[in-house]
């Protein structure tokens, strides 16, 4: 073969030619330029426009921002030292940092109380975020409501604990009942709080408050992001368990069970959050007894929690659908009752396959916290409209203040979605 | 040979009534409603209680009484001295206006991002994920505050439009940017002018009519007839011939700035609160849309693509007649719910100080009659209706678009 190639062929080579780089246009930067900035004419063009309209936002926001002055008291004051140059007057931020995270009314000597709720809060949740911290610290996230409303409102130290020992009363009754019996652990478990927070009332003298060591702060001084925080924390938890409850409710096989959760969903996902507000502020004190006083931070966090409950329960319901048949039959054919096939079976999957839902509604609930500022309660939207724009200090101090929400805004509710796509990966158990 | 009999019946105990799976739902049904009622004769005696105490009575009475206060934004008659429920209706009017408007513009907002994320250009891939995230992020009050303060504190006033030599000019010469709002022509409607609209009309039908026919050739024969240029055409020639043919009867009144040494008068005027609304709303809900709209392409699988280029479809062709007809019932169903949040949160108005329903019924009526529990109970009702009939007519839809199974 060889031998008639040599005859044939006038010349072969034996050795590979030495590899050559490749053009400048096939590697490196300009050919990542090529292939995802300017693939076509039409490309090119977008992308052309969009550098220039990133040069236009970043050539006036950059300068501002990096010009910005953080350290004088009043705008007046921040414009004499710019001295006509182009810069923001951050100094707001500073001078009145305390009122946009605590409100206006809020004792100032007492910050270090929300403060520290505020830092609490982190140790208690952490252990409902990752599975793999110590289960111990559970115990912690259990008692933080109690320690966290100790802190914020201050006052007699017994309303907690009456409190606290009326939800341990009932969970200890619910634990040593629910192997026997599911209604009965549960009633029962309610009663025995209800009986344990009225014997324990009674032990609480009228004037506790005035005497307390914590100083008592009334709802209508809490203000500023706290405010927000407080709400959204609350309302996200109370409603979780009311939501689960409503979204069995709909899917029961009794119709008037049925009946009342749907139209009771239904009718709260069909009006506005404002209006619910509206009732929270004018409405609803005209459905409590006649001498009772109900403050407007517990009627607002009433109907959030209904409201945002409304929303929970049909991503639940959502979860529950997708539920193969096969695990409720699974659960029937064990000879579970209804009770134990949920609880055990049925609730812990439809849970599982809610959480981006779920997370989808806590992050559009934090969002909406923002609209009690127009029920004038002071919140931080409602700080900056009311309170800090109007000063004379600060009158026309827009962007700065503005821009401060929406970034505090954004780091918490991003924060929460890219937890709750980690926990989506995490919790994936299905084979991809 | 055994037989089988019926177990004997037991007779009907009172534990049975807890402890039989046939009978417990009855009892939870009954308890149920035992507590319902309760629940409902307690808050109504409370409700009574309450009312007797402050002297008041329930009824809508109220809402005949002239209103007493102005309403700038209207698209119906209405003076101070008209009833309430005048007031209300047009501030139901301008919530379906403001609602509509930013339906239609979240929807271009959110289509342009949602296809555009998907693109392969990275730079713009990467633009329009960084406006979806910090849309979603930051609540709709704090958007609508700032484009509303960009639309007062930033537009000139409309005095500098003002005089023979003013400081900024007419955008075209036809409309005015300033911070009481855009000031813009309007039409005037001379004689024969209906006949314009009317060929208009027809044009618009025809290209219909066109375009099922040209459907119906390409699939009774496999030719392809050209719909471009035709729609463009059809669109614009006959109504152009018809208001020449006509003498031109329709005219535009422009913004006049010699008219007046303090405002511009003349063409139209929308408002500032209405603006900063429809823009933010469009562009906070445009945000959600685009995520629709991209998980909806993408869950059209990729082998649909692929079998569509394998039938030697062109790209283009490709999106238009396999990606996009099954994207959009993906798509479609959030969407409506998007609407529906547009509408409810078009609430915000109140914020800005546009005349909507909440800001008339449940702001100044209710704060001047001091009917609290009638006005937001009108209000909810009017949402509810919105939320309802807007379900009412996804679900007809979702029946229509859903895959017939076998």
Redesign the interface.
């Known amino acids: 073969m060889s031998d008639t190639q040599q005859h044939s062929v006038a010349f072969v080579r034996t050795e590979a030619i030495p590899e050559r780089e490749p053009p400048y246009t096939a590697s490196g930067p300009l050919k990542w330029m090529k292939d ?2 300017f ?1 076509t004419p039409f ?1 090119g063009i ?2 052309i426009v ?2 220039y309209l ?1 040069y236009m936002i970043l050539s006036s926001a950059l300068p501002w921002m990096l010009n910005g002055i953080w350290t004088t008291s009043s705008l007046a004051e921040c414009r004499t030292v710019l001295d006509g140059a182009v810069g923001a007057c951050f100094s707001v931020l500073t001078e009145r940092w305390n009122q946009l995270l605590f409100g206006f009314k809020y004792p100032s000597e007492l910050y270090w109380r929300p403060g520290l709720a505020f830092m609490l809060l982190f140790v208690a949740i952490a252990p409902v975020l990752f599975f793999d911290l110590p289960r111990k610290l559970l115990i912690f996230t259990g008692l933080y409501p109690f320690i966290a409303y100790y802190l914020v409102w201050g006052g007699a130290i017994g309303v907690p604990l009456v409190a606290l020992a009326g939800c341990v009363a009932g969970a200890v009754f619910y634990q040593s009942f629910v192997a026997r019996n599911f ?1 009965l652990g549960f009633l029962g478990g309610v009663i025995a709080a209800f009986v344990t927070w009225y014997i324990g009332g009674l032990f609480i003298p009228d004037g506790a408050n005035n005497t307390a060591w914590m100083r008592a702060v009334p709802s209508r001084d809490l203000g500023g992001f706290m405010l927000n925080m407080m709400l959204g924390v609350t309302c996200v938890s109370l409603s979780l368990p009311l939501g689960i409850a409503l979204a069995l409710g709909r899917q029961s ?5 049925k009946v ?1 959760c749907v139209v009771f969903i ?2 709260i ?7 619910l507000l ?2 929270a502020s ?2 609803l ?6 001498d009772s006083t109900v403050d407007l931070f517990l009627r607002v966090v009433i109907m959030i929690t209904v409201f945002s409950a409304a929303y929970i329960a049909e991503v639940i319901r959502g979860g529950l659908a997708a539920l193969p048949k096969g695990q409720y039959e699974g659960a029937d054919s064990l000879g579970l009752d209804y009770a134990q096939a949920t609880r055990l079976i049925i609730l812990p999957q439809a849970l599982k396959i809610s959480i981006p839902g779920i997370v989808n509604v806590a ?1 559009g609930l934090f ?2 916290t ?2 009690v ?2 029920i004038s309660m002071f919140d931080l ?1 409602g700080m900056i ?1 009311g309170p800090i724009l109007a000063s004379t200090a600060w009158n ?1 101090v ?2 700065e203040l ?1 821009g401060f ?2 970034v505090l ?2 780091v918490v ?2 924060g929460i ?1 890219q937890y709750s796509q980690w926990l989506e990966r995490r919790l994936a158990t299905d084979h991809r | 040979m055994t037989t089988l009999t019926d177990p004997p019946l037991e007779s009907f105990r009172l534990s049975m009534l807890f402890n039989d799976t046939r009978y417990r739902s009855f009892t939870f049904q009954a308890i149920a409603l035992v507590l319902l009622v309760f629940a409902i004769g307690y808050l109504t005696s409370n409700l009574l209680a309450n009312l007797r105490a402050q002297g008041l009575q329930l009824g809508f009475n109220f809402l005949s009484e002239p209103a007493g206060y102005d309403i700038n934004q209207r698209l119906i008659d209405y003076t101070s001295q008209s009833s309430h429920a005048r007031a209300a209706i047009v501030g139901v009017l301008n919530t379906l206006l403001v609602a509509a408007l930013a339906c239609l513009m979240a929807t271009v907002f959110g289509v342009a991002a949602g296809v555009l994320r998907l693109s392969k250009n990275w730079l713009i891939s990467k633009l329009m994920a960084f406006y979806v995230e910090i849309f979603r992020n930051i609540p709709v009050l704090i958007w609508i505050i700032i484009i509303f303060t960009i639309m007062t504190a930033v537009m000139p006033g409309p005095r500098s439009y003002l005089g023979e030599d003013p400081e900024s000019n007419l955008l075209l010469g036809l409309f005015a940017f300033t911070n009481r709002g855009i000031y813009g022509p309007a039409p005037i409607w001379g004689a024969g002018s209906g006949v314009v609209i009317a060929v208009f009309v027809a044009s618009i039908i025809g290209i219909f009519a066109y375009r099922r026919y040209a459907k119906h050739v390409l699939y009774s024969s496999g030719q392809m007839l050209p719909t471009g240029w035709p729609t463009l055409a059809l669109l614009i020639l006959p109504t152009v011939l018809a208001f020449f043919m006509m003498g031109q009867p329709i005219g535009l009144d422009l913004p006049d700035p010699l008219a007046n040494r303090f405002n511009l008068r003349g063409g139209t005027q929308i408002g500032a609160p209405l603006i900063a609304l429809w823009f933010a709303l469009s562009i906070y809900t445009g945000a959600f849309i685009a995520e629709n709209v991209r998980a909806g392409i993408q869950a059209v699988s990729k082998g649909q693509t692929e079998a569509a280029s394998a039938l030697g479809l062109r790209p283009n062709r490709t999106m238009n007649l396999v990606v996009l007809p099954q994207a959009l019932r993906v798509i479609i169903p959030p969407l409506i719910s998007q609407y529906l949040n547009i509408t409810k949160n078009s609430s915000l108005a109140i914020v800005v100080g546009y005349a909507d329903i909440t800001a008339t019924l449940g702001g100044i009526t209710l704060n001047q009659t001091g009917r609290a529990i009638e006005c937001v109970l009108l209000l909810m009702l009017f949402y509810l209706t919105i939320s309802l009939s807007i379900s009412a007519v996804m679900n007809v839809y979702n029946n229509s678009v859903a895959l017939k199974e076998r």
């Open positions: 995802n900035l693939a490309n977008l992308t969009a550098v990133i209604a096989s009794m119709p008037l069970i009342i239904e009718f996902r069909g009006v506005p959050l404002i209006t509206f009732v004018v409405m004190a005209y459905f409590f007894p006649p992050v969002k909406d923002t609209l500022s127009v939207v409209r026309g827009y962007w503005l929400a929406a805004f954004f509710c991003y979605s």
